[in-house]
Structures are given as structure tokens and as C-alpha cells.
T-cell receptor, first 111, second 115 residues
């Protein structure tokens, strides 16, 4: 059974600081996704990572994938309040592309 | 930009009643999904649908649940006899081209409250 673990589950940080969220998964997967969810809202796709060593950046967020270690990271640079949200990683495996999610990281950026 | 839509946004029902949640996936996508998220918890897979039939379902998706694609656009989730523990946010998703590869796009969700 595929398991996805994120840490930390809660992250409170100050504006301007850097931090990294980690996502480990238990078995080989085909794709790794990062989503953002604002309270009461849907899941907004941030990144799709396919291959080992893949790195993608959008604004203050950068995601990377190490398939050998079964680890993805989401790095936040110089955090701003607008980044406050819950961030989920998810992996898919097999022909159905169904997603298995981590528990999410609730990020709070304080002024 | 194409998007997945869902109706209603919020559904309140009495325990034991039937509910139907509706979704319109992105038109050129072939795989469709239902996920649920109990308040404050992670998103859980319920069922996937491909080529007009269920391709995979989770343990959560028991006999009380069913899915249909009654026409070329709608994709529905029916819960026959709702229980209190069915209260959750239900997300529809479809899988298709995005960011240069297949990607899963989520609808805005239906918040189901069972009283």
C-alpha cells in the first residue's frame, strides 16, 4: 500500500524567512504533485514532478524530486503572508492516475 | 481556461436520505475521480472512472455509493442512504494534459452536511 508522509504538519514562520516542507512516499510512483488549499477551498495545482532530479520554481516556491530517496521537498523562500495555506503532496501510481495524498502541512506566515 | 465544475456547492441532508453530487469534468479528459476530505483531514480517494466504468475504488466506496456518467458531460456521485460520517467535502477531479504532462484538476467541491 502506497503511503505518503509529510512533515512538518504545522509550520509557523515569520515573513522573510526560508523553510522546507518534506514529502516521503513508500513505493515507486509515477508522478508527484504539490497542491495548495486555502480554507474551505479546492485544491490548486502548484507543481507536477515527473523525473528524478526534477526541480520546478514558481515565485517563492520551489519543488524538487529525488525518486531514489522517494522524497520531494517544497522550499519556501522569503515567506510572505499570502503563502499561508495548507500544502499537500500527492503521488500517483499505475494506469488510473489516482492520487494518494499526504496529511498536509498547515503553513502560517506571521508578519 | 477549462475547469472542473461541481454542483451544489453545499448540500444539507438528513441521515438516511439519498444525495446526488454533480460534476462536469474538463471536456477532453478521459479519467474522472471522486475524492473526499473530512474537515481538517487529508484528501482520500473514493473512485476512478474510465471508459464508462469504474476502474478502481477504495474501501470507503461501499455499496452505498455509486457513480454515473449519464451523458457526455456530467459525472455524478450518489450516496443512497447518508450517514453522519459521510459529512465531508467531496471533490471531483479529471485527469488530462497540463504542464506538458497529464495532470489532475480538481473542482471547487461540494460540502455535504448530514444531520
Amino acid at each position: 500500500e502506497l503511503k505518503v508522509e509529510q512533515n512538518p504538519l504545522f509550520l509557523s514562520m515569520q515573513e522573510g524567512k526560508n523553510y522546507t516542507i518534506y514529502c516521503n512516499y513508500s513505493t515507486t510512483s509515477d508522478r508527484l504533485y504539490w497542491y495548495r488549499q486555502d480554507p474551505g477551498k479546492s485544491l490548486e495545482s502548484l507543481f507536477v514532478l515527473l523525473s528524478n532530479g526534477a526541480v520546478k520554481q514558481e515565485g517563492r516556491l520551489m519543488a524538487s524530486l529525488d525518486t531514489k530517496a522517494r522524497l520531494s521537498t517544497l522550499h519556501i523562500t522569503a515567506a510572505v503572508h499570502d503563502l499561508s495555506a495548507t500544502y499537500f503532496c500527492a503521488v500517483d501510481r499505475g494506469s488510473n492516475y489516482k492520487l494518494t495524498f499526504g496529511k498536509g502541512t498547515l503553513l502560517t506566515v506571521n508578519p | 481556461e477549462p475547469e472542473v465544475t461541481q454542483t451544489p456547492s453545499h448540500q444539507v441532508t438528513q441521515m438516511g436520505q439519498e444525495v446526488i453530487l454533480r460534476c462536469v469534468p474538463i471536456s477532453n479528459h478521459l479519467y474522472f475521480y471522486w475524492y473526499r476530505q473530512i474537515l481538517g483531514q487529508k484528501v482520500e480517494f473514493l473512485v476512478s472512472f474510465y471508459n464508462n466504468e469504474i476502474s478502481e475504488k477504495s474501501e470507503i466506496f461501499d455499496d452505498q455509493f455509486s457513480v454515473e456518467r449519464p451523458d457526455g458531460s456530467n459525472f455524478t456521485l450518489k450516496i443512497r442512504s447518508t450517514k453522519l460520517e459521510d459529512s465531508a467535502m467531496y471533490f471531483c477531479a479529471s485527469n488530462g494534459p497540463g504542464q506538458g504532462m497529464n495532470e489532475q484538476f480538481f473542482g471547487p467541491g461540494t460540502r455535504l452536511t448530514v444531520l
